[in-house]
């Protein structure tokens, strides 16, 4: 079944203390990108990645990194959690879908991360 | 700067059509997207709608594209109880891969 996975699905963790979130995709996609959705501001997008080596900041990549080294992984890491990146965080890929041009994003089915 | 703006709540009563609306800012959009994110789950892909069309027909959806207005419309002819969500809209930017940026979704609420 072709589909993106994230883990861990919930976790709560302390201010300072490092983690990492897995992102998996099984579609042989090129392109990766994690997103962090908060209540009134839709989905805002972290960081993406054109192809394994090839990664760039989005809109709100402060306090994150990634790697793509793989091209079915994609792991979000956050080196010292803060409060604020209490959040609900999804992975997508996506297929360049041919003639149409449209760019099909998968999501996994997300990550709600706590920090206290 | 771009920018996705969609009201926050639509209530509608089973067997009406629901309407969800969206703008947007940024006019080198090349593809707009809607998404619905059940609760718990991940965003699944409705619908898209290429900038050069004016109108995109799937079962009960149906969207809209005004360009001229920069308003883009999901429409969903005999709304279910199964369709109450969140509804993102999202453009993806010319030149910038595969970036999509969302709106702050609107929560259909389908009350029988």
């Known amino acids: 079944e072709a589909q993106v996975t994230q883990n861990p699905r919930y976790l709560i963790t302390v201010t300072g203390k490092k983690l990492t979130v897995t992102c998996s995709q099984n579609?042989?996609?090129?392109?990766m990108s994690w997103y962090r959705q908060d209540p009134g501001l839709g989905l805002r997008q972290i960081y993406y990645?054109?192809?394994?080596?090839?990664?760039d900041k989005g809109d709100v990549p402060e306090g994150y990194k990634v790697s793509r080294k793989e091209k079915r992984n994609f792991p979000l890491i956050l080196e010292s959690p803060s409060p604020n990146q209490t959040s609900l965080y999804f992975c997508?890929?996506?297929?360049?879908?041919?003639?149409?041009?449209?760019?099909?994003?998968?999501f996994g089915p997300g990550t709600r991360l706590t920090v206290t | 700067g771009e920018d996705v703006e969609q009201s926050l709540f639509l209530s509608v009563r089973e067997g009406d059509s629901s309407v969800i609306n969206c703008t947007y800012t940024?006019?080198?959009?090349?593809?707009l997207y809607w998404y619905k994110q059940e609760p718990g789950a991940g965003l699944q892909l409705l619908t898209y709608?290429?900038?050069?069309?004016d109108m995109k027909q799937d079962q009960r959806l149906t969207v809209l594209l005004n360009k001229k207005d920069k308003h883009l419309s999901l429409r969903i002819a005999d709304t279910q109880t199964g369709d109450s969500a969140i509804y993102f809209c999202?453009?993806?930017?010319?030149?910038?891969?595969?970036?999509?940026?969302f709106g702050q979704g609107t929560e259909l609420s389908v009350k029988p």
């Open positions: 997508a890929s996506s297929l360049f879908a041919g003639g149409s041009g449209s760019y099909e994003q998968y």
């Open positions: 579609m042989n996609h090129e392109y």
């Open positions: 990645s054109m192809n394994v080596e090839v990664t």
């Open positions: 940024d006019s080198s959009s090349t593809y």
């Open positions: 709608i290429f900038s050069n069309m």
């Open positions: 999202a453009e993806s930017i010319d030149n910038q891969g595969g970036k999509l940026i």
